[in-house]
């Protein structure tokens, strides 16, 4: 049970820390492209995008972590 959830979690984690430079390549074509009005707040929080995705990935590798060692008896 432990080692299903371990291998799914790491294969999430992969995942998404190789998707990281397509998203973040995406956010920068979106806002520099000159035909686009995205401007103010929603040019804010498309720049934020990758912060969240990031932050994202992170909350998933913490919450691995302790499911795991929960499961195992250690916490």
Do not use: C, H, K, W
């Not at 998404?16 to 998203?23: A, R, S």
């Amino acid at each position: 049970m432990v080692l299903g959830n371990l291998i799914g979690g790491f294969v999430v984690i992969v995942v998404g820390v190789n998707l990281m430079p397509v998203i973040a390549d995406q956010v920068v074509a979106v806002t520099a492209e000159n035909g686009t009005n995205v401007t103010g707040a929603a040019a804010t929080l498309l720049d934020l995008t990758t912060l969240f995705f990031a932050l994202s990935i992170m909350a998933a590798a913490i919450s691995l972590g302790i499911s795991t060692l929960r499961e195992s008896g250690l916490v």
